[in-house]
């Protein structure tokens, strides 16, 4: 995912990612570069209830698709139409498709600091 490096204090850079910010803790930003690639470690992001507010790095997208395999889900999220987030989760014993969102529903995502990878864009 493309994103822009906004403030860089003690060990926290804030990150512009299709106009949604983010805040990456410990990572090694490149010197010069304005314009990056981030990496997000797709095991660490969470789903969060809609209701809850307040919280550091949350990714709010629509389910865009959906693919079952076995125990497994791999599931597509759009950012602004353009991004792409992209999440394989073991389904848990007993859950049944109702429970996970639908096609076109609106979500959010939280992932750490820590799990933000910082990457020289390419190009």
């Known amino acids: 995912m493309v994103a822009s490096i906004g403030q860089r204090i003690l060990g926290r850079t804030t990150l512009d990612a299709s106009g949604?910010?983010?805040i990456a803790?410990?990572?090694?930003?490149?010197?010069g570069s304005k314009t990056i690639q981030i990496g997000l470690r797709p095991e660490k992001l969470r789903f969060l209830p809609n209701t809850e507010s307040?919280?550091?790095n949350v990714l709010t997208c629509i389910v865009a698709e959906q693919i079952y395999y076995g125990l497994g889900l791999r599931t597509v999220f759009r950012l602004d139409g353009r991004a792409e987030v992209l999440v394989d989760a073991m389904l848990p014993s007993g859950m049944a498709r109702s429970t996970s969102p639908a096609i076109g529903d609106n979500v959010r995502?939280?992932?750490d600091a820590e799990?933000?990878?910082i990457f020289e864009k390419e190009g």
């Open 20 to 22: 949604q910010s983010l």
């Open 115 to 117: 799990a933000i990878s």
């Open 54 to 56: 307040g919280s550091e």
């Open 109 to 111: 995502l939280g992932i």
């Open 25 to 31: 803790h410990g990572a090694k930003v490149p010197t």
